[in-house]
């Protein structure tokens, strides 16, 4: 095959102005160039059966071990040739198409393994050459093939790609099209970073031109992938395509009504993606695009209807389109309300299935969640709260938005889809405008609510707990009716109600639990679900008992004791996915009831049925970790009550340190033959370690004295992974309180590896930091000054950093104040440096000791160096003022040093002073401190 470029002469000029002279001759010169470079390797028969017959066993687990084959397709990899012979397999068109599909997913997945080894430059060329094959599996996987090595070979390693697709495309062969603009597609979205770059600018005009044409192409499948393409350039913003997006609209207007399914669909993603990037281009022609969406919205094919559907979310995003956006309302809530019915064709497992046991696919993968310290909201102390896995600058780690449809119904249906687009649509509709939208609402959800469908009463359902955040308000009125015919819904015969039931209870719990005359039927109802024979209900049930618990926290102690019979009898009903949700209620449980949990009847009840299980698991067991992260929460809450299971606990987790440590040694010095631990569980086991050493206090001292987990921990402490850094600090904070002996005796290196990660990029990690050294310093006492430099001048640059979130604030504001209470005169003279911000952070804090310690450090630092706070006397007030109930002697110092500062002034210029604060702080000071 060769490309036919008599017939895109022009095509061919524009392309060798930029293609490298050395390429032009293997795509212009007929085959004898490429013929040649085929001539100088040759497969050996013998050596080509091996691989084949390897291909052939790969395929064949049955009747062939598998790890016999991964084992050879690990030591063949490593050799070149085995790369030929597989390109050789891929592009020979006498081997079946499957034998030959094959042999691309072996030849990709070798590149990935050993791509400095391979004969990169023969695969490049065996790809471009077989392209265009007739066999549609063969160029698929040969697409994928090429996307691979632009991914890991970037394609600035690959210039003469680019040009050699934007010809491959004019070609007269249909599969030679098709074939390179799938390629052409797939570049476009995984390398559209570097194709951005002002380098390539010239070769994006190229792009953007040949690509255009096609968008008005015979072929469907031709006018789907070019739409693909440039959907990425929008996304890129790119300036060859926005240069010119008036003419793209046009042509995007053209294929609205294309009768192509695909193409449709690329069509609202198309009109999406210019709404989110150029609506100011799109507002002339909103009123018509309004009106196609409607329509295309309820498109018989429902992947169209799901792109369109997200153009609702995004028009309401637009504050721009919020008064076209609210003209349609009466036309648009109720198209979306339609769209969230199940197809009832689709439905299945509507029966009782608990003792179905689960399939490996229906198991979602968990994450470890970090332990963050510090006074998160205020409230002082160990948050416990979570960080997002790669945290960076931001502040908010809730992503729970955009989870929230992903809990709210089916497992069949759990990925992304119409139904859920149209309720977080309507989620943001009614986030948008509130009570606004109830006149049309409340009419359709009697409506629905009341059907003799379950379909339509189960849509109604949902689209009641959609709009429960943005209309709660105008709800409120109507949920004395509302949550009673919910707690009777969760008894309906239809699983998909129940469930559906529970979550829409959930989205309303926070109102629920401040009806005590709620608490106890609501409690009651969602046990019974908990118990539900069927595994959906009982995954929402689960889910909305730990949302439940976290809203009602202590007003579920009179419920404890039907509340831990109930879920530790679930323990005998669920399979095995459940058993990870029932684990998160029972964490969720011992987070928001605390220390009411250790009650013995209550242990004796809950503690042996997650030991059965703790007993079973071994350590590399992936069921293990959910339990690991509950047993944080159970042990957090029972303190001291969890010692009889204490030692198992930490020997364990111990051991699960040091058996990953130890693999990640042998997979940094030979990652070809070893896997790298599991973060996750590394980060877990931590993290237990701070749960027990928080509610043990100094029970732990001695199990600390009698491991090497000191060893291990400063290892975790240097880990590149910033959750083990982050889990890791935690940990040392928490020895450094209850067991600082075995603290001290590591002390430089951990003050080393602290101090290195005070750097605020990684927000959590910088957090917990700060958090030990406060911690370190408290027990160090004056000896931590050999430190105090390096330390100091690092947290007074973060404190006056922009935008330096605000829990991150209140940490570096506290260590500093311990650090100044332990080394008053070392840090009184630079205390002008940071006392502004540092009054600032803590002003909104609760009285906690971690507050308590900080504020006295301050006051030493001002008795030592009173002029450096006469600038910010006014805020150090006001932080003052935010103490609720300080301690005697707290409050004779800040009495003392309040009257010494308008003894100082006298009574003229402190009386005018004190009249420019703010009213209600001059009546505060002034009663608690007799200002």
């Not at 160029?139 to 632009?150: A, E, M, N, Q, Y």
């Not at 979205?189 to 600018?201: F, G, I, T, W």
């Not at 003022?881 to 006298?906: C, R, V």
């Amino acid at each position: 095959w060769q490309p036919d470029l008599a017939a895109s002469p022009a095509c061919v000029a524009l392309l060798a102005s930029h293609l490298p002279a050395s390429h032009l001759p293997a795509y212009t010169s007929g085959a004898a160039r490429r013929a040649c470079r085929q001539m100088a390797w040759q497969p050996d028969p013998a050596s080509l059966q091996q691989v084949l017959d390897l291909l052939h066993a790969s395929q064949n687990p049955k009747d062939y071990d598998p790890k016999d084959v991964d084992e050879k397709l690990n030591q063949w990899g490593a050799s070149p040739d085995f790369c030929r012979y597989l390109a050789y397999i891929m592009c020979t068109q006498q081997y079946p198409e499957n034998v030959r599909s094959i042999a691309a997913i072996v030849l990709k997945n070798t590149l990935k393994k050993h791509f400095h080894t391979c004969p990169i430059d023969f695969i490049k060329e065996a790809c471009l050459r077989c392209i265009g094959d007739h066999s549609a599996l063969v160029r698929s996987t040969i697409g994928i093939l090429v996307t691979t090595i632009t991914n890991i070979g970037y394609l600035s390693h690959w210039p003469e790609l680019l040009p050699s697709l934007l010809q491959l495309i004019h070609s007269q062969d249909p599969f030679v099209v098709e074939g390179a603009f799938k390629s052409l597609a797939n570049i476009c979205e995984d390398s559209l970073q570097e194709l951005a770059e002002p380098h390539n600018s010239h070769l994006m005009d190229l792009m953007v031109q040949n690509i255009s044409v096609f968008l008005q192409h015979s072929s469907a499948k031709i006018r789907s992938l070019a739409l693909r393409c440039v959907n990425s350039f929008v996304i890129g913003q790119l300036p060859a395509l926005m240069n010119h997006i008036e003419l793209y609209i046009e042509n995007v207007f053209k294929l609205a009504h294309d009768p192509d399914v695909e193409v449709r669909q690329n069509v609202c993603q198309a009109l999406v993606l210019l709404l989110e990037v150029s609506l100011t281009s799109l507002l002339p022609h909103l009123p018509g695009i309004i009106e196609f969406m409607l329509v295309a919205t309820e498109d018989f094919n429902e992947n169209v209807a799901l792109e369109a559907c997200e153009f609702w979310l995004a028009l309401a995003e637009q504050k721009e389109a919020e008064d076209a956006l609210k003209s349609i309302l009466p036309r648009v809530i109720p198209m979306l309300l339609r769209c969230m019915r199940f197809n009832e064709a689709n439905i299945e497992g509507d029966e009782d299935d608990e003792h179905v046991e689960d399939k490996e696919s229906d198991i979602k993968p968990r994450f470890a969640k970090s332990r963050l310290h510090g006074n998160a909201n205020g409230s002082g102390g160990n948050s416990g709260a979570a960080a997002r896995p790669g945290d960076g600058e931001e502040e908010d780690f809730d992503d729970e938005d955009d989870e929230d449809f992903d809990d709210d119904d089916d497992d069949d249906l759990s990925e992304w889809n119409l139904r859920k687009c149209a309720a977080a649509a309507l989620d943001v509709i009614a986030s948008l405008f509130h009570d606004d939208i109830l006149p049309t609402m409340l009419p359709l959800l009697n409506t629905m609510l009341t059907s003799q469908d379950w379909l339509v009463r189960e849509a109604g359902i949902l689209a009641l707990g959609a709009i429960s955040e943005g209309c709660m308000d105008g709800m409120i009125p109507h949920l004395n009716e509302i949550v009673p015919f919910l707690l009777n819904a969760l008894s309906d015969p239809r699983t998909y109600v129940r469930s559906i039931t529970c979550w829409t209870l959930s989205r309303y719990a926070s109102w629920i639990a401040t009806q005590p005359v709620l608490l106890e039927p609501v409690t009651v109802k969602l046990l019974e679900r908990v118990l539900d024979s069927n595994k959906r209900v009982q995954e929402a049930a689960c889910s909305a008992m730990a949302t439940w618990e976290e809203e009602a926290g202590d007003a579920l102690v009179p419920y404890l004791g039907h509340i831990i019979n109930t879920l530790t009898m679930a323990f005998r009903k669920y399979q095995h996915r459940n058993l990870l949700i029932l684990y998160d209620a029972i964490g969720t449980l011992a987070d928001s009831v605390g220390d009411h949990l250790n009650n013995q009847e209550y242990i004796n009840v809950l503690l042996p049925h997650l030991f059965m299980d703790w007993n079973q698991l071994a350590d590399h067991d992936k069921k293990l970790f959910p339990l690991l992260e509950c047993l944080i929460s159970v042990a957090s809450a029972l303190g001291t009550g969890f010692l009889p299971y204490c030692q198992p606990v930490f020997e364990r987790c111990v051991r699960i340190l040091g058996t990953s440590l130890e693999q990640a040694r042998h997979a940094n010095e030979d990652p070809d033959t070893y896997d790298p631990p599991n973060k996750d569980l590394m980060i877990v086991a931590l993290d237990l370690l701070s749960a027990l050493a928080e509610g043990l206090d100094s029970s732990i001292e001695s199990l600390v004295g009698s491991s090497q987990v000191m060893r291990m921990l400063y290892q975790c402490s240097r880990d590149e992974t910033p959750e083990i850094r982050q889990s890791s600090f935690a940990l040392l904070g928490d020895f450094s309180h209850v067991c600082f002996i075995h603290v001290v005796q590591h002390i430089e290196p951990f003050m080393e590896v602290l101090c290195s990660n005070l750097d605020p990029t990684y927000t959590s990690v910088c957090n917990n930091a700060a958090w030990a050294i406060g911690e370190i310093a408290m027990k160090y006492g004056q000896n931590i000054q050999v430190f105090l430099r390096a330390i100091v001048e690092k947290l007074v640059l973060i404190i006056h950093r922009p935008h330096t979130p605000k829990m991150l604030m209140e940490n570096i504001a506290i260590t500093l104040g311990r650090l100044g209470y332990v080394c008053p005169a070392e840090l009184a003279p630079h205390l002008r440096t940071f006392i502004h911000p540092w009054c600032i952070s803590l002003r909104n804090i609760r009285d906690n000791e971690e507050k308590e310690s900080s504020f006295r450090g301050v006051c030493a630092m001002i008795q030592l160096n009173p002029a450096a706070v006469v600038e910010h006397f006014v805020f150090f007030c006001d932080a003052v003022n935010s103490w609720q109930n300080p301690k005697e002697d707290l409050f004779q110092q800040f009495y003392t040093i309040l009257h010494l500062f308008k003894e100082k002034a006298g009574q003229e210029r402190w009386s005018q002073f004190f009249s420019q604060f703010p009213p209600p702080l001059q009546n505060s000071l002034s009663v608690k401190y007799r200002l």
